[in-house]
């Protein structure tokens, strides 16, 4: 009859009080049952052997080398000593601290490879095992005492294994297959406690790079903020940066709303957008940027219909200044822009199929061309000045007209007032008869010219030309005597009839040697000739001789 050890599970012979495959005593089958004793004594089979080996290997290793039992579980699951140990050690920190002793304990301890390789020993010595250390072993790892291990195998030659066969021939393979189960619970322990510690390290270096890369991220959109700023203060925008751009930072920021940082980098951007806020608006009243960066851009304009209504910035600082001055330039261009526009329209509603308003005047032109003048140059102003354009050219003509209008007038003015002139001089005696009449004889001609000489009316001179007397051009009596010529002129201008360079002589006779010319004034710029029209150009003054510088005309002396 057969029957199995409670100690290690090995078929042996019924009669058989000493185990040949642990070496335990049958007849202390109260202890041997003792689940806590094998329990125990598991703890020192040196487990490190198969600490590099992966948990789910080993497990996946041994499971292939049992057998299920006739109810379908395996050994695994029956055996008790291997399930105490798994519950026992899940707690990660428990596996780290059993490991640790198991280490120190199981030093010297038989390596399970070499017994599951080897026959069986034919001697065994029996277990040493204290009340203390079998009873307590708890007790034994607070005060932290080595524990010996469970039993010592010797091997022996190879003629002994032979004996050991013999004493249970039955047995041995059913021993081997308990000690892989044993070995595989302490590979079990093991390898699960070494695999929480290389995941808790996993995760403290995952958690340590994921910091590292957060820390790079929120680091790399600080460098993209300070690139926004063109100066260290921050006080004006980079030219080329936009709403976009920084919007963009702000939406990947969210992402590390729950770190130190966040809140910082907020209120940077936060200023940033605000900042490029203010520059959209006042630059979408120009006609192209008017700040950029730190600089007032002179050439950029109001657009045509726009008005400034952003109000002044009240904070003190550069970027304010830079800002209200450009307020203040677009305010100012579309208050001249407006008051140039509609002094223009006012002026051309007087202008209507090709005709001015005689309400129109010069003056009116020349005030709204200045308005015009005042605006910027650009296609506003050019359209203003073609608009004034027909209004300059109505005004010419009506100047024109109203011109030759008051010549007129005038001309007709002076003959009046020459008629009035004549009718109001006294007749003078004729000493000498009238000009034109029959030629005086010689001694008439000595006396052609004096106080007596008649006048003529309607400023004819007072002697008529002589043709042949004009013809004999070589004739020495056409000579001014010395001195006679300037004599003469000047005392004509000195008395006001005549001005420098506007007056011509005529030759009218030759009597006695002596020659005669008519004096003519040829501008009325000469006190004398003021209030006469120029139609009445050239007018006669008076006769002059030329040898002796006596002169007479019309007018009394």
């Given at each position: 009859m057969m029957k199995k050890c409670p100690h290690c599970d090995a078929e042996i012979a019924a009669n058989q009080t000493v185990c040949p495959n642990c070496g335990k005593d049958l007849s202390e089958t109260s202890q041997a049952e003792t689940p806590t004793s094998d329990h125990k004594n598991n703890e020192?089979?040196?487990?490190?052997?198969?600490?590099?080996?992966?948990?789910?290997?080993?497990?996946?290793?041994?499971?292939?080398?049992?057998?299920?039992?006739?109810?379908g579980k395996t050994d695994f699951e029956e055996n008790s000593i291997l399930a105490d140990y798994i519950k026992e050690h899940k707690e990660p920190t428990f596996v780290q601290e059993k490991s640790e002793a198991n280490e120190q304990k199981i030093d010297e301890s038989v390596k399970e490879s070499d017994v599951v390789n080897e026959p069986e020993p034919e001697q065994v010595n029996e277990p040493v095992v204290t009340p203390s250390?079998?009873?307590?072993?708890?007790?034994?790892?607070?005060?932290?005492?080595?524990?010996?291990?469970?039993?010592?195998?010797?091997?022996?030659?190879?003629?002994?294994?032979?004996?050991?066969?013999?004493?249970?021939?039955?047995?041995?393979?059913?021993?081997?297959?308990?000690?892989?189960?044993?070995?595989?619970?302490?590979?079990?322990?093991?390898?699960?406690?070494?695999?929480?510690?290389?995941?808790?390290?996993?995760?403290?270096?995952?958690?340590?790079?994921?910091?590292?890369?957060?820390?790079n991220a929120l680091s790399t959109i600080d460098k993209e903020m300070d690139t926004y700023f063109l100066d260290a203060d921050q006080q004006f925008i980079a030219p080329g940066k936009t709403s976009e751009g920084i919007t963009k930072l702000?939406?990947?920021?969210?992402?590390?709303?729950?770190?130190?940082?966040?809140?910082?980098?907020?209120?940077?951007?936060?200023?940033?957008?605000?900042?490029?806020a203010v520059l959209d608006q006042i630059n979408s009243h120009f006609t192209e940027p008017i700040v950029v960066g730190d600089k007032l851009q002179e050439n950029a304009h109001i657009k045509e219909g726009e008005t400034v209504e952003m109000a002044s910035l009240t904070e003190k600082n550069a970027f304010s200044d830079l800002i209200n001055q450009a307020i203040k330039k677009g305010k100012d261009e579309a208050k001249q822009l407006q008051a140039a526009s509609k002094a223009v329209q006012s002026l051309t509603a007087?202008?209507?199929?090709?005709?001015?308003?005689?309400?129109?005047?010069?003056?009116?032109?020349?005030?709204?061309?200045?308005?015009?003048?005042?605006?910027?140059?650009?296609?506003?102003?050019?359209?203003?000045?073609?608009?004034?354009?027909?209004?300059?050219?109505?005004?010419?003509?009506?100047?024109?007209?109203?011109?030759?209008?008051?010549?007129?007038?005038?001309?007709?003015?002076?003959?009046?007032?020459?008629?009035?002139?004549?009718?109001?001089?006294?007749?003078?005696?004729?000493?000498?008869?009238?000009?034109?009449?029959?030629?005086?004889?010689?001694?008439?001609?000595?006396?052609?010219?004096?106080?007596?000489?008649?006048?003529?009316?309607?400023?004819?001179?007072?002697?008529?030309?002589?043709?042949?007397?004009?013809?004999?051009?070589?004739?020495?009596?056409?000579?001014?005597?010395?001195?006679?010529?300037?004599?003469?002129?000047?005392?004509?201008?000195?008395?006001?009839?005549i001005v420098e360079g506007g007056f011509k002589l005529e030759r009218v006779r030759i009597e006695n040697g002596e020659g005669y010319y008519n004096l003519y004034a040829t501008n009325t710029k000469s006190s004398l000739m003021q209030g006469i029209g120029e139609s009445a150009l050239p007018m006669y003054l008076f006769t002059i001789n030329d040898k002796t510088g006596f002169f007479r005309g019309n007018g009394s002396d």
């Open positions: 020192h089979i040196k487990w490190s052997d198969y600490q590099d080996v992966p948990l789910g290997s080993v497990m996946e290793h041994f499971s292939d080398l049992h057998e299920k039992n006739d109810d250390v079998a009873e307590d072993n708890s007790e034994a790892e607070k005060t932290e005492e080595p524990v010996e291990p469970v039993g010592v195998v010797t091997k022996e030659p190879e003629s002994n294994s032979a004996k050991s066969e013999n004493l249970a021939p039955q047995t041995p393979k059913k021993r081997n297959k308990k000690i892989y189960w044993l070995t595989a619970a302490a590979v079990v322990v093991l390898a699960g406690g070494g695999w929480f510690y290389y995941d808790h390290q996993q995760k403290e270096e995952a958690a340590r790079q994921e910091q590292l890369r957060i820390e702000m939406e990947e920021l969210e992402e590390y709303s729950k770190e130190d940082a966040y809140d910082k980098l907020v209120v940077k951007g936060q200023k940033i957008q605000v900042k490029l007087h202008y209507k199929d090709n005709q001015l308003s005689d309400a129109v005047s010069r003056k009116d032109y020349e005030s709204t061309k200045q308005e015009v003048e005042k605006i910027f140059d650009g296609k506003e102003k050019e359209t203003l000045l073609a608009d004034l354009e027909p209004i300059d050219k109505a005004l010419v003509a009506k100047e024109k007209a109203q011109a030759e209008a008051e010549k007129q007038a005038a001309i007709e003015a002076e003959k009046q007032a020459e008629q009035q002139r004549q009718a109001a001089q006294p007749q003078q005696p004729n000493s000498g008869g009238q000009a034109g009449t029959s030629a005086p004889s010689s001694n008439e001609g000595q006396e052609i010219l004096n106080d007596h000489t008649p006048r003529n009316k309607n400023n004819q001179p007072i002697i008529s030309p002589r043709q042949s007397d004009i013809d004999d051009v070589n004739n020495p009596a056409w000579e001014w005597a010395p001195g006679v010529y300037e004599k003469v002129i000047n005392e004509a201008i000195k008395r006001g009839y």
